[in-house]
T-cell receptor
């Protein structure tokens, strides 16, 4: 079974609008971390944001925020005020276990976001 | 210079050839990983290493081998390449003390004809 599910293969958004990219996860470990990465057409992987399972508040980094709903096991990425440069593939990932543990990150299949002018 | 460097960045080879992809890092991290990316499949883990003497198979290790020559170097080998191994390969590192953020190399695009 997939541990990370991204149900939107592709998304379109108008420039300056907000967009939500969905991510659900599956784990029985009480301690885990959730990540989002961006992959522009140039291919590199860029870390965007991190949410720990024990964090009380949703993570934010500039225009990126993570809508963390623990009971629903969802960790959606919200991009506010979309820019043309936001057009890219976006990957959700999860690390189970605490820092220092032996668990390794697993990735979803990604969502392709296209921002229209 | 990049903290995680992969060589070569692009390689075209023929079926049956042996290929080595190299990864070196200057971040001082103990953990290193090799991932493979295929369109629509995300990143799949091939091998990972938590220190020089620790090598572990990932979910798609068949057809691949690795070598951790030093803390900073982790190489991926395809002993006899096949067209099915055409993909984008990423090396990544992480520090066990951090929340587990991965630091990626720029990727190595391999084409097997």
């Amino acid at each position: 079974a997939q541990k990370i599910t991204q149900t939107q293969p592709g998304m379109f958004v108008q420039e300056k609008e907000a967009v939500t990219l969905d991510c659900t996860y599956d784990t029985s470990d009480p301690s885990y971390g959730l990540f989002w990465y961006k992959q522009p057409s140039s291919g590199e992987m860029i870390f965007l944001i991190y949410q720990g399972s024990y964090d009380q508040q949703n993570a934010t980094e500039g225009r990126y925020s993570l809508n963390f709903q623990k009971a629903r096991k969802s960790a959606n990425l919200v991009i506010s005020a979309s820019q043309l440069g936001d057009s890219a593939m976006y990957f959700c990932a999860m690390r189970e276990g605490q820092s220092g543990g032996s668990y390794i990150p697993t990735f979803g299949r990604g969502t392709s976001l296209i921002v229209h002018p | 210079d990049a903290d995680v460097t992969q060589t070569p960045r692009n390689r075209i080879t023929k079926t049956g050839k042996r290929i080595m992809l190299e990864c070196s890092q200057t971040k001082g991290h103990d953990r290193m990983y090799w991932y493979r990316q295929d369109p629509g499949l995300g990143l799949q883990l091939i091998y990972y290493s938590f220190d020089v003497k620790d090598i572990n198979k990932g979910e798609i290790s068949d057809g691949y081998s690795v070598s951790r020559q030093a803390q900073a170097k982790f190489s991926l080998s395809l002993e006899s390449a096949i067209p099915n191994q055409t993909a984008l390969y990423f090396c990544a590192t992480s520090d066990f003390r951090d929340p587990g953020e991965l630091f990626f190399g720029e990727g190595s695009r391999l084409t097997v004809l």
